[in-house]
């Protein structure tokens, strides 16, 4: 016997011992399976939402650090700048600001202690929230959509926003017109986070 074939049945072996496994204790495979030989995901699904979410997860082992988008700010760039430029992006893409929670404010004044920033901004565009949560009830889950504004341990300032590719690719498609509106909320959000970051994005 080939050293090559030894070494499928080995792979062979560790394959079936880890399928069944997965079977007994999540009894996944045979969904998995099923997935393989009759799709029902998005075609996109894999390479835009599940396979970088493990690796990320796997490098980190931070289950939210998987499924964010986070931009550094311009160190030169001060809150109220960072602030104003959002506010020109959102008046420019006609989004609602719905609301500001300025959490390390309001902890300072519980504490009377000094917090590092913590500040999440709200968008919203109704009409289109109303299409999305009658498409899905959990959609509301993603609503508003929300920016986080942090000031990490060092001082360094950053923006985070949750992944809206695990929304719109990581299950069945979207009908095309809820797809058009999801790709549009995203790409408002990428322009109001990459502004308050600093960061030019090219003319969508």
Known sequence: MSIIKSL??????IATYYMVSLQVQ???TTKVISEMISPTLHPDAMAKVYM???????????ITMASIVRDKVDPEMSIEDI??????VVIERNIKDVGQLPLSEQVELQLDKKQRFLKIYQFCKPTT????????DAFSA????????IEDKQGQKWLYSLNMDFMIYGGAPLP?????????VKATMNAIQKAGAGIEIEDE
């Open 8 to 13: 499928l049945m080995i792979i062979g072996a």
């Open 52 to 62: 970088p979410m493990t690796n990320i997860l796997l490098d980190t082992g931070d």
């Open 83 to 88: 602030e104003e430029a959002m506010a020109e």
């Open 26 to 28: 999540y009894g996944v």
């Open 142 to 149: 993603y609503l508003p959509c929300r920016i986080a504004l």
């Open 176 to 184: 095309p017109a809820l797809l058009e509106l999801a790709l549009e």
């Open 129 to 136: 929230a109303m299409i999305m949560v009658d498409h899905s």
